[in-house]
């Protein structure tokens, strides 16, 4: 399936969804609980109902309630093996392979072609070091696990993903010594990192900050029943506020903040640097943007889902843009940095790729093309978004968004948009 997109201009309000992030850490920590917990304003996605599905079979109880959830958490793991299917998701797949080590049988983990595809190891080494046996296709899905891990010392990389730091973190209480983790790199998506210790606060269990982002300790702890309300999620408002940059006439994006930090909330310090005027008030952003953008150097290493949204506004720069530090970016759904240099070019765009990033010159003539987004659901709302300000484009995999924002065609159509499926 594809769709085709014309020059657009948006005028209207829009809700950005739940957070993807904190939707799966809530979700899980509930399930780990003796108790029951409530999830209020939980996003529902693919991504987000692999979480809930494998939380069912490892034995958690998951009643919906509008548009939150009641879980009452797992009383005992059983002793059959489990296959879990988690779909397109790299945070349900590190996460549930962490909680699956906890089990004394063995657990089967295994997602869709995109997911068998993304790096496994450094989670898989350290369950080793820590007494679990583990298989996998060459350090990828589909993985065997079996535990029962007790704890201990272990030291893991931080450069490929914050999400195997993240958990260790989450399993690290329920084990019989505690965890203590050594990080033996610089770690990337550090914000993330901060999301997993906060969420787990919530939740009733402490994490001792020994050198940050370095060294941690977990001592054995209980989850305590929490209710938690999902915030918006930063990295879907920085597509909408890249939509309003490119195509915005009066358009306004609508978020709830809550208290749960999100790294990506810095694209609002980025677009200011890059010359638009961005205003926060009562939950309400609104863009305003002149005729071109500043381009600028940014550093992506704590924010890889910015890549998307914010390469695109290459189209309206008039001076370099470059991104750095991000070359875990590689490691996604996709590798979005060789992506997209690839179908940027098609629009016009003169990009130079470089190991961690790109450099995006400012455009002398634009033109409409076809653009492939491989599947991956931020490349398809980046490419939708730079197809409304180029016109006459084409964008595969429309289906895609189901990941992380469902409604996405429909919502930018009812502001403005002119994106149709053929």
Known sequence: MKCRVEQSKLNGVLSCPPNKSYTHRAIFLASLVNGKSLIKNVLRSRDTNATIEICRQLGAEITEAGSNLKIKG????EKDELTLDAS???TTIRIAAAISALRQSKTVLTGDESLVKRPMRPLLDALESLGAKCSSNEGRPPLEITGKIIGGEVSIPGNVSSQFISALFIAAPLTEKGISINISSELVSKPYLDATIFTMKKFGVDVETLAPYKKYHIAPQHYKHATVTIPSDFSSVAL????AVLNGEDFTVKVSI????QGDETVIDILTQMGADVSLNNNIIKVKCHDRLSGGRFDLSNTPDLLPPLAILGLKCNSPLEF????????KETDRIAILVRELKKLGLEITEKDDGMIIMPPTSLRGAELDSEE??????????AGMYVGNCTISDPESVDVSYPSFVADMNHVGAKITTI
Do not use: T
């Open 324 to 331: 750095y530090n991000v070359k875990h970016a590689r490691f």
């Open 258 to 261: 809550g208290e749960l930090a």
């Open 74 to 77: 797992i009383s005992k793991y």
């Open 376 to 385: 991956d659901h931020r490349l398809f709302m980046a490419f939708c978004i």
């Open 240 to 243: 909408l506020l890249s939509a």
């Open 88 to 90: 397109n998701s790299g």
